[in-house]
């Protein structure tokens, strides 16, 4: 059976070879209504291997380089270990199970990690179908078992006590004690404290103004002059100072600072100076607060790991505490005492407070019952309102 790719007279011209004449005649039919509705793909579109599409998904529009490590990171360990050479038009939803099932059986993944692998690669199919590798995309016949495992996933919150906090903090190296009280007292991610500056802080407003953050990316610019090269080298070059992730470059939060955390603060620079980082490659100027300790290079996660754990051992506690815990820590004592669940959204830098009130519910007072009380105080004249009768709000244009 011989037919011609779109262009008329100028496609190519291919041929297929059939045992009988009435499955040429379905795939010629077939060929020529895909012409007409424009839906043909090439033959060779559908045996390009499905890890090179990946590529090309990954260099793909503008990503952020943490995200950008992601998806290399899950194509080197998940998906060329079980797909190899296998085109992209091979690969079946019957395929997609069986992956599914390697990563948590053989691989000893969690479900829900499973789950944002095989998400990641249903925008690789999607991005092969809008590029005509493939005319359609096979992961829609495995959404129901993404939904499923998805609705059992639950996740266990951990708090650490006062105490335990205040004894860690006793065991770390004074110049990295304050570290546990950015975490604790402002909510503060482990890499947003490791890149705090002194310009950060308005001490007058009793604010902290996060717009950066630490981070180990796997792709950062490659050091070229000798400046450069001295300042990035060694492990530490993996390490840079950038915006925060999912944020514009003029896009941060202001925090509100404890005058007993701005004390610490001050204290601390009193004691221990800043450490000055200019403009450069894989960093943001400004005089940070932390810094490694032979005070060469930034702050980095391996040394604040090691500092952690050492602390803990010399506290003599044994359960597993980690530095994410004393956000939860921050978040939690917040909620508790009736601090609006939106304003701890925005502190905490959740862009939905639907995130915020997910995962700290238990801690909330009962919402419920405080409005009861408050409207009836009012209703009762036990308290005064000031009210202005008008005011304005931004609200969404129709």
């Known amino acids: 059976m011989r037919y011609r790719e779109p262009g008329g007279r100028g496609g190519r011209q291919r041929e297929r070879s059939f045992e009988k004449k009435g499955p040429a005649d379905s795939f010629a039919a077939k060929v020529e209504r895909e012409k007409d509705l ?173 717009d950066r953050q630490v981070t180990q990316d796997g792709e950062n610019q490659e050091p070229k002059t000798a400046v450069q090269k001295a300042i990035t080298k060694g492990s530490g070059r993996a390490h840079c100072i950038r915006h925060l992730k999912w944020r514009d470059l003029d896009e941060g939060r202001a925090v509100p600072v404890p005058p007993s955390i701005a004390a610490k603060v001050q204290e601390h620079v009193r004691l221990y100076g800043t450490f000055r980082v200019g403009e450069g490659l894989n960093r943001l100027e400004g005089d940070y607060l932390f810094s490694n300790i032979g005070r060469t290079n930034i702050l980095m996660y391996s040394l604040v790991d090691r500092l952690w754990r050492n602390a803990k051992k010399a506290a003599g506690i044994s359960r597993r505490i980690t530095t994410h815990w004393l956000r939860h820590f921050f978040a939690s004592a917040g909620l508790s005492k009736g601090v609006p669940v939106t304003d701890m959204a925005e502190w905490l830098g959740h862009r939905d407070p639907r995130i915020t009130h997910q995962t700290y519910a238990h801690v909330m007072p009962d919402a419920p019952e405080r409005l009861r009380s408050v409207m009836d105080a009012v209703f009762t004249m036990q308290t005064e309102l000031d009210l202005p009768l008008e005011f304005e709000a931004v609200v969404e244009a129709a």
């Open 38 to 210: 424009g839906t043909y793909i090439a033959p060779t579109g559908l045996l390009v291997p499905l890890v090179t599409v990946y590529r090309e998904f990954i260099d793909s529009g503008s990503r952020v380089n943490g995200t950008r490590y992601q998806y290399e990171t899950s194509l080197r360990l998940h998906v060329e270990p079980y797909f190899g050479a296998t085109a992209i038009g091979a690969v079946k939803p019957k395929h997609l199970n069986a992956w599914l099932k390697w990563m948590v059986e053989e691989r000893g993944y969690e479900e829900s990690t499973a789950i944002n692998r095989y998400e990641t690669l249903a925008g690789v199919f999607s991005f092969a179908v809008a590029n005509e590798y493939i005319t359609k995309n096979p992961c829609q016949h495995v959404r129901t078992g993404r939904q499923r495992v998805k609705r059992r996933v639950k996740k266990t919150i951990r708090l650490p006590s006062l105490a335990e906090i205040e004894a860690i903090e006793r065991h770390l190296p004074g110049p990295y004690k304050l570290l546990v009280w950015l975490m604790a007292g402002c909510g503060l991610r482990i890499g947003e404290a490791c890149a705090v500056t002194l310009q950060q802080f308005d001490f007058e407003s009793g604010t902290l103004y996060v």
